[in-house]
């Protein structure tokens, strides 16, 4: 009769930290004007807490090298992993309501605990996403270098990959 398919758009977005209203709004008015069912897919990132633990040994003990050595037990890192793991949980239920809010249709969000550009691409593979935005801080150096999440995911995609800076929550 006369009712057609509408035709789907998949957009993968991989974001650093919660999506602030501003980010959410600058996100879906790239595609209100496609006739397409635009449907966002979100990836969050899930900070990796031995590796925050190595960080903060490594700058700890630059000043100190003859102080011991203080080895966090097995306990404490799991309570990190918990900690971080809760963290990227709001964050994401927050960066979906802020999407939402804007009209826009949420597929699905995922928490990534791997390599964020592997999951980016994975899952543009998975939805046969038309595009793929990657939402971050500033990252100078390692966008200088080409070595940011957007420089790898765009030589490894066969698609659209733009990069947005993430708004500060106010």
């Given amino acids: 009769m006369g009712t057609e398919l509408q035709e789907r758009y998949d957009v993968v977005l991989l974001v650093e930290q919660a999506l602030t209203a501003a980010d959410a709004a600058q996100v879906r008015a790239l595609h209100e004007s496609l006739d397409a069912v635009v449907v966002y897919h979100v990836l969050l990132p899930m900070a990796d807490a031995a590796a925050a633990v190595e960080a903060s040994l490594g700058v700890m003990g630059g000043a100190d090298?003859?102080?011991?050595?203080?080895?966090?037990?097995?306990?404490e890192i799991e309570a990190m992993r918990e900690e971080n793991r809760e963290r990227a949980e709001r964050e994401l239920a927050a960066t979906v309501a802020a999407l939402e809010a804007t009209g826009a249709t949420v597929g699905e969000g995922t928490i990534v605990a791997g390599?964020?550009?592997?999951?980016?691409i994975a899952k543009v593979g998975e939805v046969s996403g038309s595009e793929a935005i990657v939402l971050t801080r500033p990252h100078v150096v390692a966008e200088f270098f080409h070595v940011d999440w957007t420089s790898r995911a765009r030589r490894k995609l066969g698609v659209p990959v733009l990069h947005l800076l993430e708004h500060e929550p106010a």
């Fill in 115 to 120: 390599p964020p550009v592997d999951a980016l």
């Fill in 65 to 75: 090298l003859m102080a011991p050595a203080v080895t966090p037990s097995t306990a």
